[in-house]
């Protein structure tokens, strides 16, 4: 909606403008929850092959590291949230100091996966090699 009008205020080519972007916006989380499944499928697939858990030659993750991240990255989304409803109700410093500690801890996130990620000795071969 635009300048707060409400959807049956909206001439037609702007109504239809809404329902493409919502559409699209619809695809896109689609697409990527299909990502998480696929991936938790061939996590699932590759795990219930492997005689032990992590395969031979990949150190076992402490719960530390991943519990740390996870926490950040539900605290960024309950601060996202927030800023959404402070820019909703106009109090912009309060939005503008949300949004930038809930990008933060995402990128923070990011960071600190991809370190986990380069760090962990894998090999290049078998399944667990090829799809991390």
Do not use: C
């Amino acid at each position: 909606m635009q300048d707060g009008r409400l959807e049956s205020q909206l001439s037609r080519k702007e109504l239809q403008d809404l329902r493409n972007k919502r559409t699209g916006l619809a695809i896109f989380q689609i697409s990527w929850i299909l990502v998480f499944l696929v991936l938790t499928l061939a996590h699932l697939q590759i795990r219930s092959q492997s005689p032990t858990w992590p395969p031979p030659g990949v150190e076992k993750v402490g719960v530390a590291l991943p519990t740390m991240v996870t926490v950040g990255l539900i605290a960024s989304s309950v601060l996202a949230r927030r800023a959404s409803r402070d820019v909703k109700e106009g109090r912009l410093e309060s939005f503008l100091t949300q949004w930038r500690i809930a990008i933060g801890l995402g990128a923070l996130f990011v960071v600190v996966m991809a370190l986990v990620w380069v760090m962990t000795p894998i090999g290049d071969s078998g399944q667990y090699g090829i799809l991390f």
